[in-house]
């Protein structure tokens, strides 16, 4: 049986859970150590969501009533795409110098790195929207704040990072990796945005619990296998 | 402390390593010598785990990989060919961040320690984006050392190096064997190996082409001896 | 690695060529004579795609899903057969994927009076597709055999995961897309009760699809394996 370098056995890896935990804690640490240095990344990220939400204000001529039922939509939209300039970012930062050789050498099993790498993403999602919303919400005098629709934006974020962590790792090491990523990347993610444009939307239209269900189900389900099936194949992406 | 039974390594269709039987005591300091293009590099990230061998067998530091590959990485020391920094960080924020990698205890003085020895100290805080090669150089052996491995796998660590810089290196390697840790350095530089090695494999074309004392190195004819070695492996890999 | 000679083509298989034609001929006599016409509400003749609709949508699936099972064993057991096996899979998939689309567009054109809508279905099942080009796509941006072997499973494990939620996604959302087998919203239109000769043909109609799915793989695994063997030969000789 083949088995990735540093495999998940327990034996080896129970003391060391202190040892794994310091190092998703390092990469996210360092992560944002770097963004916060040059801020490069964040910058870019938010004038990107600007842009495509005045894109679509223009493409749609979304009127005041329209825009309430479709900001759900407008707002995962450009998530989504801001989304893959984060992703990219952050796996190239680790191809300079070949910095990713150096996180395989930790002493730990290396889906620690995923979980870093996956964890400060979505951290650079959620500050992203954390900066979208109140300007959205401004510009088109639609009340955003809502309990659930933050719910629903945690959720997302983690599943769209989850997912996008592990096929980042992959589209890095492949040719023309820019365009490759959200080829790969959106139809795995389609159920995912569809469930959050859902249960967002519905949850600013103020429905029932039992109405938004199903796709809260949804989300909490990707939210809970994506970051699995990231624990099991991110050794097999990075091996050599 | 090294072992290494029947290794190979393909790349896709390219076979880069094959038979290598190589063994290295605790405390011995060997120097892979071979031309460029020889499988070295190669050689030596496969022991270092971040590669994973297609024939063969790897123990290192009394782990055997893949098992048990992420022990053994407490214990190795690896520098390659590039020096797996990150460019908007600090050399202290790079030392640090390696430092929490590898849970190494009361990393301030020994990071203090390091960047005092090779030199580093009043440059500290500034990004490595604006370091020199040398120092860039320079930071990556000091990473390569923070947790005192038992084990150090280098890659050309002289190159970029000034003299003054080559002299502390030496001098560090050769104290760090004398107090037990295993060294294996590969270079293509007779010079390197006359000076350092207590003992030379001499890798070309993919296969350990010699194998000579320290007796043998000091002697005018080294230079010949190892050339004449080279055109046999050369011509032993021509016969499909 | 076994086997160095490029192998003659199997008995079996032409056999089987000889046999998947047959039934498919069989298959749309029954198709187009044996079963008896819906109701108008279902279409009338135009209903008579179900049966090539249906055929191809479970196969497909199918295939997508033994795709990543291959994947799967090639993860834990790196043999190149799995890898082969998983690509001429995905390939299968997509043209019968593709046809079970296209003949769901040709019947709801006359019922649902538009080629497209946006149903929870229709959607899924697109998603299904789009994430199987991807996977070629993905194959394609990799040099290194072994590498494109290794992400090409991944990515259908992952990929595969979309067609499972393809089929529950009656259960999560309404749809107007009929549900003739299972429970679901009877009101939805075009919906229509099989009768036993419709059954019958449906049966038929399945088998033969999967046969003549079975020699297409069987075909397009050949072809692959006499690929790995010119690579194989290529290797020894850069030796």
């Known amino acids: 049986m083949i088995e990735p370098y540093g495999a998940h056995s327990l034996a080896a890896n129970m003391p060391r859970a202190s040892a794994y935990l310091a190092v998703v804690g390092a990469i996210v640490r360092k992560d944002l150590a770097v963004e916060w240095r040059s801020r490069q990344l964040l910058a870019s990220m938010l004038v990107f969501a600007l842009l495509v939400i005045l894109i679509f204000n223009f493409a749609l001529e979304l009127d005041a009533a329209a825009r309430s039922e479709l900001s759900a939509g407008v707002l995962w939209a450009t998530f989504a795409f801001a989304g893959t300039l984060g992703l990219n970012r952050s796996m190239a930062m680790e191809n300079d110098s070949r910095a990713l050789d150096g996180l395989l050498l930790a002493p730990v099993d290396r889906s620690a790195i995923y979980f870093g790498k996956a964890l400060a993403n979505v951290s650079f999602m959620l500050l992203v929207a954390l900066f979208t919303l109140p300007v959205y919400s401004i510009l088109y005098n639609v009340d955003l704040f809502n309990a659930g629709l933050l719910l629903v934006l945690v959720l997302g974020a983690w599943g769209y990072s989850a997912i996008g962590t592990l096929l980042a790792a992959m589209a890095m090491q492949a040719r023309s990796r820019e365009v490759l990523l959200p080829v790969l990347l959106f139809p795995l993610l389609l159920p995912v945005l569809i469930a959050a444009v859902r249960a967002s939307g519905f949850f600013l239209e103020g429905l029932a619990l039992a109405y938004i269900w199903p796709s809260l189900n949804l989300l909490i389900v990707y939210a809970v296998t994506m970051p699995a099936l990231g624990y099991m194949f991110f050794d097999f992406i990075v091996e050599e | 402390m090294i072992a290494a039974r029947g290794l190979g390594k393909r790349f896709g269709y390219r076979l880069v390593l094959e038979s290598v039987n190589l063994k290295v005591n605790p405390g011995e300091l060997v120097v892979l010598l071979g031309p460029n293009g020889a499988g070295k590099s190669t050689l030596l990230r496969i022991l270092a785990s971040l590669s994973r061998p297609t024939f063969g067998e790897v123990e290192v530091a009394g782990s055997r990989f893949p098992q048990q590959a992420a022990a053994a990485r407490a214990q190795i020391g690896f520098l390659g060919h590039k020096p ?156 499909a | 690695m076994a086997s160095n000679s490029v192998q003659p083509k199997p008995r079996l298989l032409s056999a089987l060529d000889l046999t998947s034609v047959v039934l498919m001929l069989a298959a749309t006599w029954m198709v187009f004579f044996y079963a008896p016409s819906a109701q108008p509400e279902a279409g009338g003749e135009a209903q008579r795609i179900f049966y090539f609709h249906v055929s191809t949508g479970w196969i497909g699936m199918a295939a997508f899903i033994s795709a990543a099972v291959a994947g799967v064993v090639y993860l834990i057991r790196p043999n190149r057969k799995w890898d082969v096996f998983s690509v001429a899979a995905v390939e299968i998939g997509l043209v019968y994927s593709f046809i079970n689309i296209a003949t769901g567009s040709i019947w709801a054109r006359p019922v649902w009076n538009t080629w497209w809508t946006w149903d929870p279905r229709l959607v899924t099942a697109t998603v299904m597709q789009l994430t199987f080009l991807a996977y070629l796509l993905l194959r394609q941006s990799i040099e290194d055999p072994e590498r494109r072997a290794r992400f090409g499973a991944i990515y259908a494990i992952l990929g595969s995961l979309t067609v499972p939620l393809t089929y529950l996604s009656i259960r999560i959302w309404r749809t107007i897309h009929p549900v003739v087998i299972g429970s679901g919203d009877p009101s939805a239109q075009g919906t229509f009760d099989m009768t036993p000769l419709m059954l019958q043909t449906l049966l038929f109609s399945l088998l033969a699809f999967t046969v003549f799915g079975l020699t297409l793989l069987w075909h397009r695994v050949r072809l692959g394996w006499l690929g790995e063997q010119v690579e194989q030969l290529r290797l020894k000789a850069m030796r």
Request: aromatic share 6%; glycine share 6%.
């Open chain 2, 84 to 239: 797996m920094l990150h460019e908007d960080l600090s050399a202290r924020q790079n030392l640090i961040f390696y430092a929490s990698l590898y849970g190494v205890k009361r990393p301030d003085a020994r990071i203090k320690e390091l960047l005092n020895l090779f030199d580093l100290d009043p440059r500290r805080h500034e990004p490595v984006r604006t370091f020199s090669r040398g120092m860039q150089q320079r930071l990556a052996v000091a990473r390569a050392m923070l947790h005192r491995p038992k084990v150090l796998l280098l890659d050309e660590p002289h190159s970029g190096l000034d003299r003054e810089a080559i002299t502390i290196l030496d001098g560090l390697l050769r104290d760090l064997a004398k107090k037990g840790t295993t060294i294996l350095l590969a270079t293509h530089d007779l010079q390197v190996a006359q000076r350092l090695a207590q003992r030379v494999e001499v890798l070309a074309a993919g296969r350990l082409a010699a194998s000579w004392r320290r007796r043998q190195l000091a002697s005018r004819q080294f230079p010949s001896l190892y050339d004449r070695a080279l055109r046999r492996a050369q011509l032993g890999g021509q016969h």
